[in-house]
C-alpha cells in the first residue's frame, strides 16, 4: 500500500522560530510537492521537487523553502514562522503524469 | 491567476440523489484531471481521473465528464451517500513536461440523509 508519512499531525510554534516539516514516502516518486491549504483558497503550491536536490517555486514560496536530499524524503522549511503561516501543509509525491498521492496533513498553528 | 476555478463553494443534496460537482480550467494545455475527496483534518484521497483523449469515465457511483471545448469537467455522484460528504477538490496537470497538479478551490458537499 503506497504511503506519504507527514512527520506531525499537529505543531504549534512560536512567531520567529524556525520550523521543518518533514514528509517521507516509499513509492520512488521522482516528484513531491508542498501544498497549504487555506479556506476558500484550496490547495497552492509552495513548492515542489522533480529530483533529488532539484526544487522548484510553486505560487506562494515565500517565507518557505526547502530540501530533498534523498529521493523520499522532502522537507518544507519556515525560515521563520509568522501567524499568516498558520495553515494545514499538504506534502503529495507522484511518478510521471499519474494521480498525486497525498500526506494526512500537519496542522500548523503560530502565535 | 486561477487555472482552476471550482465556482460553487458548497453543494447540499439529498440522500439518494445525484451530486453534479463543476470544474472549469483556463489553460489548453491541460490534458490531465484528476478528482481528489477531502475529509477534515486528513490529506485529500485520489478519486477519478480523465484523460483528454476520453470525454466520460466512470468508476462505480462516480462518473467524470470531460468538455474540452469548453474547458469544463464535473463530477457525478449517484446515488449520494452521507458518507460522500467532503470537500472535493478538482486538479488539472500535463501529461508531457511539467508534473504540477493545479487545484481548485474545492466545493464542500453535503448529503442529507
Known amino acids: 500500500d503506497v504511503k506519504v508519512t507527514q512527520s506531525s499531525r499537529y505543531l504549534v510554534k512560536r512567531t520567529g522560530e524556525k520550523v521543518f516539516l518533514e514528509c517521507v514516502q516509499d513509492?520512488?516518486?521522482?516528484?513531491m510537492f508542498w501544498y497549504r491549504q487555506d479556506p476558500g483558497l484550496g490547495l497552492r503550491l509552495i513548492y515542489f521537487?522533480?529530483?533529488?536536490?532539484?526544487?522548484e517555486k510553486g505560487d506562494i514560496p515565500e517565507g518557505y523553502s526547502v530540501s530533498r536530499e534523498k529521493k523520499e524524503r522532502f522537507s518544507l522549511i519556515l525560515e521563520s514562522a509568522s501567524t499568516n503561516q498558520t495553515s494545514m501543509y499538504l506534502c503529495?509525491?507522484?511518478?510521471?503524469?499519474?494521480?498525486?498521492?497525498f500526506g494526512q496533513g500537519t496542522r500548523l498553528t503560530v502565535v | 491567476d486561477q487555472q482552476v476555478k471550482q465556482n460553487s463553494p458548497s453543494l447540499s443534496v439529498q440522500e439518494g440523489r445525484i451530486s453534479i460537482l463543476n470544474c472549469d480550467y483556463t489553460?489548453?494545455?491541460?490534458?490531465?484531471f484528476l478528482w481528489y475527496k477531502k475529509y477534515p483534518a486528513e490529506g485529500p484521497t485520489f478519486l477519478i481521473s480523465?484523460?483528454?483523449?476520453?470525454d466520460k469515465n466512470e468508476d462505480g457511483r462516480f462518473t467524470v465528464f470531460l468538455n474540452k471545448s469548453a474547458k469544463h469537467l464535473s463530477l457525478h455522484i449517484v446515488p449520494s451517500q452521507p458518507g460522500d460528504s467532503a470537500v472535493y477538490f478538482c486538479?488539472?496537470?500535463?501529461?508531457?513536461?511539467?508534473?504540477?497538479?493545479?487545484f481548485g478551490t474545492g466545493t464542500r458537499l453535503t448529503v442529507i440523509p
Open positions: 503529495a509525491s507522484r511518478t510521471g503524469s499519474t494521480e498525486a498521492f
Open positions: 513509492m520512488d516518486h521522482e516528484n
Open positions: 521537487s522533480y529530483d533529488v536536490k532539484m526544487k
Open positions: 489553460n489548453s494545455m491541460f490534458d490531465y
Open positions: 480523465i484523460s483528454s483523449i476520453k
Open positions: 486538479a488539472a496537470s500535463q501529461q508531457t513536461g511539467a508534473n504540477n497538479l493545479f
